[in-house]
Protein backbone atom coordinates (compact mmCIF):
# COMPACT_ATOMS: atom_id res chain seq x y z
CA UNK A 1 0.00 0.00 0.00
CA UNK A 2 1.43 3.52 -0.58
CA UNK A 3 1.53 6.28 1.52
CA UNK A 4 -0.70 8.91 2.29
CA UNK A 5 2.17 11.39 1.59
CA UNK A 6 2.64 9.54 -1.94
CA UNK A 7 -0.83 9.54 -2.64
CA UNK A 8 -1.23 13.07 -1.96
CA UNK A 9 1.67 13.86 -4.39
CA UNK A 10 -0.16 11.71 -7.31
CA UNK A 11 -3.90 14.10 -6.38
CA UNK A 12 -1.63 17.34 -7.11
CA UNK A 13 0.17 16.02 -10.33
CA UNK A 14 -3.28 14.47 -11.65
CA UNK A 15 -4.88 17.72 -10.67
CA UNK A 16 -2.15 20.28 -12.20
CA UNK A 17 -1.96 17.92 -15.23
CA UNK A 18 -5.60 18.17 -16.13
CA UNK A 19 -6.89 21.38 -14.78
CA UNK A 20 -6.45 23.07 -18.36
CA UNK A 21 -8.19 19.75 -19.80
CA UNK A 22 -11.13 20.14 -17.11
CA UNK A 23 -11.99 23.55 -17.47
CA UNK A 24 -15.12 25.29 -18.05
CA UNK A 25 -16.67 25.27 -21.58
CA UNK A 26 -16.95 28.47 -23.86
CA UNK A 27 -20.01 30.21 -23.52
CA UNK A 28 -22.60 29.73 -26.96
CA UNK A 29 -24.39 32.69 -27.78
CA UNK A 30 -26.21 34.91 -30.03
CA UNK A 31 -26.67 38.61 -29.16
CA UNK A 32 -29.95 39.29 -29.67
CA UNK A 33 -31.19 43.56 -30.35
CA UNK A 34 -34.63 45.14 -31.74
CA UNK A 35 -33.27 44.53 -34.52
CA UNK A 36 -34.38 40.76 -34.07
CA UNK A 37 -37.70 41.81 -32.37
CA UNK A 38 -37.06 42.18 -28.90
CA UNK A 39 -38.86 45.65 -26.98
CA UNK A 40 -35.58 47.01 -26.12
CA UNK A 41 -32.19 46.40 -25.67
CA UNK A 42 -32.02 46.29 -21.94
CA UNK A 43 -33.60 43.28 -20.45
CA UNK A 44 -34.43 43.86 -16.52
CA UNK A 45 -35.76 40.42 -16.09
CA UNK A 46 -36.05 36.59 -17.46
CA UNK A 47 -38.00 34.12 -16.67
CA UNK A 48 -38.33 30.59 -18.81
CA UNK A 49 -42.45 29.36 -18.35
CA UNK A 50 -42.91 25.46 -18.32
CA UNK A 51 -43.81 25.42 -22.13
CA UNK A 52 -40.30 26.69 -22.29
CA UNK A 53 -40.85 30.02 -23.76
CA UNK A 54 -38.73 33.00 -22.33
CA UNK A 55 -40.26 36.17 -21.18
CA UNK A 56 -37.84 39.03 -21.35
CA UNK A 57 -39.18 42.28 -19.37
CA UNK A 58 -37.92 45.91 -20.28
CA UNK A 59 -38.35 49.35 -18.67
CA UNK A 60 -40.72 50.82 -20.82
CA UNK A 61 -40.58 48.89 -24.03
CA UNK A 62 -42.81 46.22 -22.17
CA UNK A 63 -42.83 42.00 -22.49
CA UNK A 64 -40.87 40.04 -25.04
CA UNK A 65 -41.71 36.48 -25.34
CA UNK A 66 -39.12 34.70 -27.15
CA UNK A 67 -39.74 30.98 -28.51
CA UNK A 68 -36.55 29.87 -29.94
CA UNK A 69 -36.58 32.03 -32.93
CA UNK A 70 -38.82 35.35 -32.98
CA UNK A 71 -39.66 37.61 -30.58
CA UNK A 72 -43.27 38.97 -29.52
CA UNK A 73 -44.15 41.89 -27.55
CA UNK A 74 -46.53 42.55 -25.60
Not at 54 to 60: A, D, E, F, P, V
Amino acid sequence: MKSPNTMSNLFKIFFFFFAGVLGAQPYNFLPYSVAEGLAQTQVYALYQDSRGYLWCGTQGGGLSRFDGHDFQTF
